[in-house]
């Protein structure tokens, strides 16, 4: 089963990510787990996005396609699930043309729906854990006690005002990827708004419509 999670920020597409892929067997493909892990260790890729990193720039879409297809390519191009890949129609066409060559393409793209006020409400209590980059909320999944306070921190893009910003340029840049996948009839949509546990229900039950009118 191949995978890809879409949706604007906030949506719970890591958390999404995790659960399916325990309960799946797949690999959860992270792209923003591969490029810190990547900068962590200095790889050539890692050491070419932390140039623009600490330039405080967007890291070249043409990096994280090496990262994505990378990542890809060690599954065997098989058994995955996509988090934080494609963001872009340009990426999206790539990723198509990446895997058409391999006869491997997606079996769907879960694409993740909430109102702009969960997003904020969301993104502005949550917490990131600086060194493995594992999320946390302060009302759904509070970080453990046994952790260093000092390790959990709130991102600067986390802020109310920001976040709002965050999505207008999702809105902008990345929403253009869903009527993409629509096309393709490989997008399947999934209410987003409640808890972790009602959110992966319903994912599976879509997922599971999806699946049996597209074999995979």
């Not at 808890?195 to 074999?215: M, N, S």
Request: proline residues 7%; negative net charge.
């Amino acid at each position: 089963m191949r995978i890809a999670l879409f949706g604007p920020p906030g949506a719970g597409k890591g958390t999404q990510a995790t659960l399916l892929a325990e309960r799946h067997g797949l690999c959860h493909i992270s792209t923003g787990n591969i490029l810190r892990a990547a900068i962590k260790a200095g790889t050539p890729v890692g050491l070419e996005a932390k140039k623009y990193i600490d330039a405080g720039q967007l890291v070249p879409d043409e990096v994280v396609r090496t990262l994505a297809e990378d990542a890809i390519i060690a599954e065997d191009c098989d058994q995955y699930i996509l988090d934080g890949y494609p963001r872009t129609v340009q990426q999206a066409e790539w990723l198509n043309t990446f895997l058409v060559a391999r006869n491997t393409p997606l079996c769907a793209v879960i694409f993740f729906v909430l109102p702009d006020e969960v997003i904020i409400d969301r993104l502005s209590k949550r917490r990131v854990h600086k060194e493995t980059g594992e999320n946390y909320h302060l009302d759904h999944k509070p970080p453990p006690p046994d952790i260093d306070p000092s390790l959990i921190i709130q991102r600067p893009d986390d802020q109310p005002d920001a976040i709002r910003k965050r999505i207008q340029v999702y809105k902008i840049e990345t929403q253009p990827v869903e009527d993409y996948y629509r096309r393709q009839g490989a997008l399947v949509e999934v209410d987003a708004v409640g808890g972790f546990e009602e959110i992966a229900a319903r994912i599976e039950e879509v997922l599971k419509a999806h699946t049996d009118t597209v074999p995979c």
